[in-house]
């Protein structure tokens, strides 16, 4: 008796539960979208422990990207000097944050942009800007 219990609830469980009809379930199929027309958005780059996170972030160009100092000590982020970079006039001229400030760049080209923290130049990252 028990097992006939148990081979009907399985029973059960396979039938209903394979149903996409109107179960009562959200099914939710990815969408893609263009980069054309699409909005503009704002991601963060967290700067702590002697790291930013994430260290190497892919962005569309139009979109911004907030550098978020959560270390105890001060950041300097500056653009990396070895590419000649001229759009990047106003984040070579960000001010230095304290904890808990952050800085906010939009890129409006596309390219690799490296970045580093001037305080300790081994501390870098990079923007990758798409079209």
């Known amino acids: 008796m028990i097992i ?7 029973f059960s469980i396979v039938y209903f539960g394979g149903r996409n009809g109107d179960s ?3 099914t939710t199929s ?3 979208t263009s980069t054309l027309g699409r909005q503009p958005r704002v991601y963060t780059v967290f700067y702590g422990l002697g790291v930013f996170s994430p260290t190497n972030i892919r962005i569309h160009v139009g979109d911004s990207v907030k550098f978020q100092n959560d270390s105890r ?4 982020i500056v653009s ?5 970079i001229a759009d990047w ?9 304290s904890p808990g400030e952050y800085f906010t760049y ?25 079209p």
């Open 106 to 130: 939009t890129f409006n080209s596309q390219g690799i942009f490296g970045y580093y923290n001037k305080n300790k130049p081994l501390e870098e990252g990079t923007v990758i800007v798409r």
């Open 30 to 32: 990815p969408t893609v």
């Open 73 to 76: 000590g001060s950041l300097l």
């Open 24 to 26: 009562g379930s959200i």
């Open 80 to 84: 990396d000097s070895t590419k000649d």
């Open 4 to 10: 006939l219990c148990l081979l009907l609830f399985a």
């Open 89 to 97: 006039i106003d984040f070579n001229n960000s001010r230095e944050l």
